[in-house]
């Protein structure tokens, strides 16, 4: 019923920019909190930023001044502005969603992911 697609990554040198994006599609009747996920090898999955309904954000340590959440509820979409870019921020990056479907109930959906390669 609802799909997230990410997109976005790429491989770019340490200091480069990225920004990644995630779309939602399907019966949406509304979305609340909406995050991006970061799985690197070998590592356990961890939240990177969270955007709520209201706009209020939150990060985790180590991307506070370099990362920028932000939304655009008119096109069900989240973005990830990531600058200053080093090679422990690769990852593969998920986008993750609390999504109302129209005539079902609330629900967290999960985008398949996106390559973040940080290398000189």
């Known amino acids: 019923q609802v799909q997230l697609v990410e997109s976005g990554g790429g491989l770019v040198q340490p200091g480069g920019s990225l920004r990644l994006s995630c779309a939602a599609s399907?019966?949406?009747?509304?979305?609340?909190?909406m995050r991006w996920y970061r799985q690197a090898p070998g590592k356990q999955r961890e939240l990177v930023a969270a955007?709520?309904?209201?706009?209020?954000?939150t990060y985790v340590n180590s991307v506070k001044g370099r990362f920028t959440i932000s939304r655009d509820n008119a096109k069900n979409t989240v973005y990830l502005q990531m600058n200053s870019l080093k090679p422990e921020d690769t990852a593969v990056y998920y986008c993750?969603?609390?999504?109302?479907?129209?005539?079902?109930?609330?629900?967290?959906?999960w985008g398949q992911g996106t390559q973040v390669t940080v290398s000189s």
């Open positions: 399907g019966s949406i009747f509304s979305m609340y909190d």
């Open positions: 955007i709520a309904s209201s706009s209020t954000t």
């Open positions: 993750n969603a609390d999504i109302r479907v129209t005539y079902g109930n609330l629900q967290t959906y």
